[in-house]
């Protein structure tokens, strides 16, 4: 990468192949009772109205002097507003496409409507300029939810221009804190004159590792995000990557992290292994961290990227709080299966191919890279006219194997449906459900669901530039 020493903030290409590695948000408190029908999603309250216009804005990107940086913003904002609902609430929102590209919007992590998961040319035809489409979104489940666009073909541009957002979805009871705070995290392929690099159609992005950025913000300013906090209080931190490709980890420094959600779903509550946790396109964690008693202390969340980068420090200042005594964690999710019948599961398998090889050095080798169809899955490119992957009734087990040949970190997600990561040995699973794995490069794992929402849905790539070449396929719930 020629650009290291001129961004220095960019990893190694070492790291970038082997995915290794800002003014405060208003916090927002737990809302009371939601409706009864929260189980189902079919809520009863009059519908939340919300209309998002997409269109052009400038943005500080950098500290200053930089000068402004023109994006595309949902109401002018980077990332767009954090829309709260209540469990069993129903939002209709109306998008309105006042860009130059067609856009949908796709709800990572929403349990929904297969019409409504926002994929334009596959679930819906794309919101075309100057036209506006209504979501009616009715979430099954509470959870932290991302927004970002996702269109057959056209996403990267959208997304790397600044469109994406937080979908809130508030528990009927959610632990006491004393500040609940939405981290999104981009990246941002700047220049020297930080205007946003050509969004070219070029094949180390389509090819390699996606368009990374030059410069990471959180919640849309530069890091770190200062947010002050009273000494002994308790924190939510609802942390979401937004990124087109950047993939990394998450490190925690003077606190000790408890992770409550994984992917929006409630999970049996850990610390983090080594105060680490990775953190590929797509991936959120809800976090409950409790503050130092001593005034001055600082707490902090760092992107492993290059040298490190700050995202958040949260700062002990004012008058000290009692230190909350409530159990740390989430009440399970009963819509979720407590076990997976492998032994009567449907078996398909995902082989991905293709790519550019990487050297010894760790360069990327372009030669004999079809620029059409660079990426391969079971030796096609996702096709929404041809056959499903596989195709099932509703309530059926599935153990989807994935086998990744490539020489990159494969993170894949599964739509409308929250899944068990398995061990090795099929003898087990993981305490958690996911909608997002990230496969090692050269590597085999296996994931177990019931196919319990009927419709067609995608498995998709979460790096955008991959998506965009056809890195995705589709099955199909009878």
Partial sequence: MSDRAEHPALPTRRAA??????????????????????????????PVERTLTAGLAKARLRPAPAVDTEIWAFDGTTPGPALRIRQGES?????????????????????????????????????????????????ADSGTILYRPLVIGGSSEPAGRGLSGLLIVEEPDPPPVDLDLPVLVSDWLLGDDNA?????????????????????????????QRVPVAPGARVRLRLANACNARIMRLRFDGIKAVVIAVDGQPTESFEPVRAQLPFAPGTRYDLLVDMPAE??????????????????????????????????????????????????????????????????DYKLDMTN????????????????????????????????????????????????????????????????????????????????????NPGRWLVSSTVLERFDRGLWTWFEVT
């Fill in 91 to 139: 939002l209709h929102l109306t998008v309105a496409n006042r860009t130059a590209s067609p856009l949908a919007l796709h709800w990572q992590g929403l349990r929904g409507e297969a019409s409504m998961d926002g994929v334009g040319g596959f679930a819906q035809a794309p919101i075309a300029p100057g036209e506006n489409f209504e979501y009616r979104l009715r979430p």
């Fill in 295 to 360: 005034a001055g202390a600082t707490a902090v969340v760092t992107a492993l990227v290059g040298p490190g980068v700050p995202l958040v420090r949260l700062v002990a200042e004012g008058k000290p709080k009692e230190p909350s005594t409530a159990a740390m964690e989430l009440k399970a999710n009963p819509t979720l299966p407590a076990a997976v019948r492998l032994q009567d599961a449907q078996r398909p398998q995902i082989v991905i191919e293709g790519g550019a090889k990487v050297s010894a």
């Fill in 17 to 46: 192949l082997l995915g290794l590695g800002a003014a405060a948000l208003p916090g927002f408190t737990g809302r009371a009772a939601a409706q009864t029908a929260a189980a189902t999603g079919a809520g009863t309250a009059t």
């Fill in 196 to 224: 946003l690099q050509p969004f070219a159609d070029s094949s180390l992005d389509g090819a390699g590792a996606g368009r990374l950025g030059s410069w990471i913000t959180v919640n849309g300013g530069a890091p770190p």
């Fill in 369 to 452: 890279i079809d620029p059409a169809r660079p990426w391969r899955i079971n030796g096609s490119v996702g096709d929404a006219a041809g056959k499903p992957l596989f195709s099932v009734k509703r309530g059926t087990p599935v153990v989807l194997a994935i086998e990744n040949k490539t020489a990159f970190v494969q993170p894949l997600h599964v739509h409308g449906h929250a899944f068990r990561l398995l061990h090795p040995l099929d003898d087990g699973w993981e305490a958690y459900f996911l909608d997002t794995v990230q496969v090692p490069d050269g590597k085999r794992l296996h994931i177990a669901f019931i196919a319990e």
